[in-house]
């Protein structure tokens, strides 16, 4: 089945700077790769997603790249603020059969000093 | 608000003891998805349900068992709990039985093990 790593597992940046996550995947039919933040104690809420077909997706300061080849993909937050501070996760998941369920990777804490 | 609801938001309770988790999912949603978060872990998915009945399991325990009832809610049953289920408990849910489409997670029951 589907294996996701994902590093660091804890980051600390300076508000202002880039911040950085790093996920791979083991199955190469792996089809959609979402990112969650869950702040303390809450629900993880969906920040960004990308497909395979697509190599590169950007929303404000936030973009996610995907190598298919390399079966990895990467969280990029720009001009951090002490907001973005959470607990990231990737996932990925294939709609292949009845399988229809993400799997997660540890997930990275991200804290950001003011 | 996602739109996903669960109650309760706390439980505490005994070893051995049994207790029924709910989820209502969004409106018009038909697949609920149910993850166990434990401390400093990520989230392990558990079972999908898609329209009443089950479409994918994952690590599960058989002391564990779920359903969905005809009105699209769902319940997660833990039977003969252990110390080591505590954590949080999360649903969530999606228009289809596709895991490529975004999942919206509830807000969580914190279940508590003494």
């Known amino acids: 089945g589907e294996n996701v790593e994902q590093h660091p597992s804890t980051l600390s940046v300076q508000e202002g700077d880039s911040a950085v996550i790093k996920c791979t995947y083991s199955d190469s039919a792996s089809n959609y790769f979402p990112w969650y933040k869950q702040e303390l104690g809450k629900r993880p809420q969906l920040i960004i997603d990308i497909r395979s077909n697509v190599g590169e997706k950007k929303d404000q300061r936030i973009a996610v790249t995907l190598n298919k080849t390399a079966k990895h993909f990467s969280l990029h937050i720009t001009e951090t603020q002490p907001e973005d501070s959470a607990v990231y996760f990737c996932?990925?998941?294939?709609?292949?059969?009845?399988?229809?369920?993400?799997?997660f990777g540890k997930g990275t804490k991200l804290s950001v000093k003011p | 608000d996602s739109g996903v609801t669960q109650t309760p938001k706390h439980l505490i309770t005994a070893t051995g003891q049994r207790v029924t988790l709910r989820c209502s999912p969004r409106?018009?949603?038909?697949?609920v998805y149910w993850y166990q978060q434990s401390l400093d872990q990520g989230l392990q998915f558990l079972i999908q349900?898609?329209?009443?009945?089950?479409?994918a399991k994952g690590n599960i325990l058989e002391r564990f068992s779920a359903q969905q009832f005809p009105d699209l809610h769902s319940e997660l049953n833990l039977s003969s709990l252990e110390l080591g289920d505590s954590a949080l408990y999360f649903c969530a849910s999606t228009s289809s039985q596709l895991a490529s489409e975004t999942q919206y997670f509830g807000p969580g029951t914190r279940l508590l093990v003494l």
């Open positions: 996932a990925a998941s294939t709609d292949g059969g009845s399988q229809g369920n993400l799997i």
């Open positions: 409106s018009g949603d038909l697949s």
């Open positions: 349900y898609y329209n009443g009945e089950e479409r």
